[in-house]
């Protein structure tokens, strides 16, 4: 229980691997550019409820471990992300517009991996496990009693 996160109605533990690479893969992220967009992310996932668990952020693509709410998906934080970053990193570096014409810092897509405390196997037996007596099997996907 120590890693769950509790709000006004519901208490949680969503985790989210998520990495994006800069366009062209170009090595930009580094020296004052690398602390400012580590800076950037911190203000977007603290404005929106979202922990930091781990961040890496290489010369050509960004890794984070996130615990998010579970109103916020995956697809929004990344928006929220990669849109707020690039706005902002090219108005203040003027070099980024250069290189990357068309007001697109950050390439197309991302990957995520949700990451949790237990694996599939557990919860799946768990699940199983539920009421075992008068239980009607149906795959599964069981009903308890009835």
């Known amino acids: 229980?120590?890693?769950?996160?509790?709000?006004?109605?519901?208490?949680?533990?969503?985790?989210?691997?998520?990495?994006?690479?800069?366009?062209?893969r170009k090595p930009v992220l580094a020296g004052k550019i690398a602390i400012r967009t580590r800076e950037l992310i911190r203000i977007v996932c603290q404005s929106n409820k979202v922990e930091i668990l781990a961040?890496?952020?290489?010369?050509?693509?960004?890794h984070l471990l996130v615990s998010v709410p579970p109103y916020l998906s995956a697809s929004k934080l990344v928006q929220y992300i990669k849109g707020n970053t690039s706005r902002k990193l090219q108005m203040e570096y003027k070099e980024l517009n250069k290189q990357f014409w068309g007001r697109h810092l950050w390439a197309r897509g991302y990957f995520v991996a949700s990451s949790g405390n237990v694996i599939d196997e557990i919860?799946?037996?768990?699940?199983k496990n539920q009421d075992l007596e008068e239980k009607i099997k149906n795959d599964n996907f069981d009903i308890g009693q009835l």
Request: with cysteine; proline share 0%; aromatic share 16%.
């Open 1 to 24: 229980m120590q890693n769950y996160r509790k709000s006004a109605h519901c208490t949680y533990d969503i985790k989210y691997h998520l990495v994006w690479i800069i366009k062209y």
């Open 55 to 62: 961040g890496h952020i290489g010369k050509d693509h960004i």
């Open 123 to 127: 919860i799946q037996e768990y699940i």
